[in-house]
Nanobody
Framework: QVLLVESGGGLVQAGGSLRLSCAAS????????MGWFRQAPGKEREFVGA???????VYAESVKGRFTVSRDNAKNTVYLQMNSLKPEDTAVYYC?????????????WGQGTQVTVSS
């Protein structure tokens, strides 16, 4: 069992930055693909980005060049650095773990952290 806890969300103005963290416990995640997803009000949950166990990354087109996923295996933590934020990035952001592919399906999910971008 893997417990994932996201943190770092909040309110930011358009053009600003936030860094989300996803701390894992219960099992080391170094061999797992780790993903970030988001869900805006009234919309389906969507893929944001992911990092494979080897460190390679993949991103949704909507965030490519603005968001960066990284991992610190020593801390059992994954990060989502979000720059040049837009109001349409407003959503609850979730991290996920344990997928054979970076795009999922993922077995473990965090509770989410709210990100609100004001215009």
């Amino acid at each position: 069992q893997v417990l994932l806890v996201e943190s770092g969300g909040g309110l930011v103005q358009a053009g600003g930055s936030l860094r989300l963290s996803c701390a894992a416990s219960g099992r080391t995640i170094s061999s797992y693909a780790m993903g970030w997803f988001r869900q805006a009000p009234g919309k389906e949950r969507e893929f944001v980005g992911a990092i494979r166990s080897g460190g390679s990354t993949v991103y949704a087109e909507s965030v490519k060049g603005r968001f960066t996923v990284s991992r610190d295996n020593a801390k059992n933590t994954v990060y989502l650095q979000m720059n040049s934020l837009k109001p349409e990035d407003t959503a609850v952001y979730y991290c996920a773990a344990d997928a054979r592919t970076a795009l999922g399906p993922y077995k473990y999910w965090g509770q989410g952290t709210q990100v609100t971008v004001s215009s």
